[in-house]
């Protein structure tokens, strides 16, 4: 199983690759440079190993600088299950032939929504209940 650590970029609030390596050490040390020019917001090495055979990949975050810059150790690999293990597992990921999405940008659109939305919620209520009286008047008057 190939395995690549690829590191990753955070700026303006979207993920992007800057490179990709094939052994762990260069790749931590260019993160590690990178976050101390104070170009990007974060910078992440993943560890990915890609199945060529199965097309899933399991991508693991080793460095963070998020996370106070911690290296992590990759954990054991498990022992698949005596069925060959399947590839519908959480951990797994078809990755390869989907599109690299960026990290969620929280923002002040989300609060204007919610806002706008109560607003509607609220109006519509106010229509029932005069739709309501006004019924209620008309079968009064019956």
Known sequence: ???????????????QIDSTYPQRDPAIETAKQLYGEKRFE???????????KTN???????????????EKKAPPPKEESKSGGAPGKK???DYKNA???AAPARSQTSLV??????GL????????????SQLTAFLGKL
């Not at 899933?56 to 911690?70: C, L, N, Q, R, W």
């Open 91 to 93: 951990s797994d990921a």
């Open 1 to 15: 199983m190939p395995t690549n650590y690829e590191v990753h970029t955070l700026k303006g609030g979207v993920w």
């Open 42 to 52: 974060a910078i992440k090495v993943i560890k990915d190993d890609f199945d060529p």
């Open 99 to 101: 599109p690299h999405r």
């Open 113 to 118: 929504k919610a806002i706008i939305l109560l």
């Open 121 to 132: 919620v609220l109006l519509g209520g106010l229509a029932t209940l005069f739709g309501l």
């Open 56 to 70: 899933v990949g399991k991508e693991i975050v080793i460095y963070d600088s998020a996370k106070g810059g911690a």
